[in-house]
């Protein structure tokens, strides 16, 4: 669809994980800033006054 | 082809005068060149009108959601496929059913045929291997196997995969066919390039939802895009509305198209909507070996769980 590979991701994560959690948190924070904001598919609506 | 008609008009009256069933659904002449469109027969004599060409590309299985009385059909490969999948879906019972298999060496692309002409093409006569295009004066003979359907030229599946009555000897079937040679140059491209493609694609799209009413899969009583109570896609022009429709369509078609071509067909404007189910069809064939309606006794890969199933993606 046009959409960067790292900005879509899966994981399991367990709620007794948390380190886990932290871990893929860190990771997907990173590559998703690496790649900058969203440009595909977002929909500017017109301000209404 | 043209030699099946005289074996449908004779198992459908001889269906019908039984009382087997209560209507056969085929095909009548339309009323302009290259549109044949669906009959519903109901009595012997309404029988006489049915036709068979290679401008049956509509699928009939479409006019089976959720019959109740006893229907004779007319099924090429690919609607035979569709009406496998209404069976696992219960929209149909296989017992309502009598299933005239038709096997098929394809249908004419009418968009590409008309392309071909500036003026309007009055008529086209057609025999066992080439198409005779008339009009206002002009007179073209045509190969049919270079004026095909996209998808009836990379069908893999010509002969009906359920049926009881044939009309005709199997066709042989395609086998060197490459079937994705435009899927596998779309997914090279890189994120971006793919946005502009897709952009370009369904900029002409004028959201009329022929592909979606011409689609035997698109069954739903309302259809996500009809729902305003929550509005999950808005309904004017804007690209990213556009895209959300066509996509969200495809997904819902996963594991279930056939590549009937119906859609395409359908479509006022030439969109190839079709890249998208054939990218889902590919995945489902590469991560799950899966054909849609080869079989009413599988269950599709969507409603099923294998631990084999495919899990590399989650991290």
New interface residues.
């Given amino acids: 669809?046009?959409?960067?590979?790292d900005r879509l991701?899966?994981?399991?994560v367990s709620s007794a994980e948390a380190t886990k959690f932290v871990k893929?948190v860190t990771e997907v924070t990173k590559a998703i800033q690496a790649l900058g904001p969203n440009k595909?598919?977002?929909?500017t609506i017109p301000k209404v006054a | 082809m043209l030699s099946y008609i005289d074996k449908i008009k004779e198992i459908s009256t001889g269906l019908l005068k039984e009382g087997r069933v209560e209507m056969i659904i085929g095909f009548r002449k339309g009323t302009v060149p290259m549109m044949n469109e669906p009959h519903f027969a109901k009595s012997p004599a309404e029988v006489e009108n049915f036709v068979w060409d290679s401008n049956c590309g509509i699928n009939l299985c479409n006019y089976l959601t959720n019959r109740r009385e006893k229907i004779g059909i007319l099924a090429k490969g690919c609607d035979s496929r569709n009406i496998v999948t209404h069976i696992i879906e219960n929209k149909i019972k296989r017992d309502q059913l009598v299933i005239i298999g038709v096997p098929c060496k394809g249908m004419l692309d009418k968009r590409k045929i008309s392309a071909m002409f500036e003026a309007e093409i009055g008529e086209v006569i057609e025999d066992e291997t080439n198409i005779t295009v008339k009009g206002d004066g002009f007179e073209k003979t045509l190969n049919k196997k270079e004026v095909l359907q996209q998808n009836c030229s990379v069908c893999i599946h010509r002969n009906p995969v359920i049926h009881d009555e044939l009309v005709g000897d199997p066709v042989e079937e395609q086998t060197d066919v490459d079937r994705y040679t435009d899927v596998r140059e779309i997914e090279a491209l890189p994120?971006?390039e793919?946005?502009?493609?897709?952009e370009k694609l369904l900029q002409p799209c004028i959201r009329c939802y022929a592909c979606r009413n011409a689609c035997p899969l698109c069954y739903c009583p309302t259809c996500f895009t009809d729902e305003s109570r929550p509005q999950w896609v808005?309904k004017g022009q804007?690209p990213?509305?556009v895209?959300?429709f066509h996509?969200l369509r495809a997904y819902h078609c996963a594991g279930r198209c056939t590549d009937c071509g119906a859609c395409e067909r359908s479509c006022p404007v030439g969109i190839n909507m079709r890249v998208f189910t054939k990218k889902l069809e590919k995945d489902c064939l590469e991560l799950f070996d899966w054909e849609a309606g080869l079989d009413p006794n599988v269950r599709p890969p969507l409603d099923t769980y294998r631990p084999s199933d495919p899990d590399e993606?989650?991290?």
């Fill in positions: 669809m046009g959409i960067e590979s991701q899966f994981s399991w893929v595909n598919l977002v929909k | 994120p971006e793919k946005t502009k493609y897709f808005a804007d990213t509305d895209s959300t996509f993606f989650i991290k």
